[in-house]
């Protein structure tokens, strides 16, 4: 009986249960098609020093939706992962992010930039993922040393040792860590230093109050510190505002992403713009 049931069990969802599940499998066979079809593009958001010159860029997943437009990573990223499709969809961003390494590698304006991708825990714990990486670069030809993968507080609290294990294979390689979102997880300090990390980057919820809220500033300014007290460089994303900006230079930070600088940029945008500022 239960087997039975088991196989209607559909039946049983409430109304707007069922809309949610149809919404779901419908959203999943769309990801699967932009994947089939070349339906997804980066974005690329600059990353600035004390003197404003761009010397990286942000890869921020885009879904250009055939009736929605441009859907954002919120919107989509959760539910691929759900359904198994990150592993490809981390494939094409990684080959889209060194074929565009490889772009800028051509032209004296943006040879020199580094280039960092997200890249979601289970794309990281996945076996395959070390090699995923090794085979792209090699196809791709891109340079390593300009890939900066971020990774998040989650690979910090389990399996150190396999984070610990595939951050070295990387880094042998001469790819370089980020941690992003950096004071909104449970990390211990301590795994910190035991980790082969090049980058803090301070989260966007503390930078956003830095210059008003005393609890905000006293985080931000501790994570500077404890950066570059661990021989780190310390980036800030989701700087809007003059004060936010004057408050962590005060303080020391010396890398600089957001919409007081630059908005994320389709990768032509972004070129004609390095192109204009003559970097
Ligand atoms: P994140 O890595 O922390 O990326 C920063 C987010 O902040 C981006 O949103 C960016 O557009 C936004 N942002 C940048 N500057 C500002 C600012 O000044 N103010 C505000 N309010 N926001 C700003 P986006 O592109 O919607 O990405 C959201 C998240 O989606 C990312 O957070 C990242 O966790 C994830 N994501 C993006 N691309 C990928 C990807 O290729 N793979 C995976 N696995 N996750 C991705
Ligand atoms: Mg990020
Ligand atoms: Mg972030
Ligand atoms: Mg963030």
């Known amino acids: 009986r239960a087997k039975s049931e088991g196989r209607n069990a559909i039946r049983f969802f409430s109304p707007s249960m069922q809309q949610l599940f149809n919404a779901r499998a419908a959203m999943e066979s769309e990801l699967r098609e932009a994947l089939a079809t070349g339906g997804f593009c980066l974005h690329y ?121 595939k951050m070295l294979e990387l880094k042998a390689m001469g790819l370089r860590f980020s941690l992003d979102d950096f004071g909104t997880g449970y990390s211990s300090l301590a795994y910190l230093q035991r980790l082969p990390l090049d980058q803090l980057k301070i989260d966007q919820s503390f930078v956003q109050d830095v210059a008003t809220n005393q609890n905000d500033a006293a985080i931000t300014r501790a994570i500077i510190s404890l950066g570059h007290n661990l021989g780190l460089s310390v980036i800030a994303e989701g700087v809007e505002t003059m004060d936010q900006q004057v408050f962590l230079v005060r303080e020391g930070c010396q890398n600089f992403q957001g919409y007081l600088h630059h908005r994320p940029l389709s990768a032509t945008m972004f070129d004609a713009f390095a192109r204009s500022r003559g970097h």
């Open 45 to 165: 958001q600059p990353q600035v020093d004390l003197d404003g010159s761009i010397v990286g860029a942000e890869a921020l997943l885009r879904w250009e939706h055939p009736r929605r437009g441009l859907v954002y990573p919120a919107e989509f990223v959760p539910l691929a992962e759900e359904a198994g499709l990150i592993m490809d969809i981390g494939r094409w961003l990684l080959e889209e992010s060194c074929r565009q390494l490889v772009n800028w590698s051509a032209h004296p304006f943006t040879a020199s930039l580094a280039l960092s991708v997200n890249v979601s825990v289970r794309q990281f714990r996945h076996p395959g993922f070390v090699s995923q990486v090794k085979d792209i670069i090699a196809a791709t030809g891109a340079d390593a040393g300009k890939l900066k993968i971020e990774i998040t507080e989650s690979l910090l609290i389990q399996d150190l040792e396999d984070t610990k294990r």
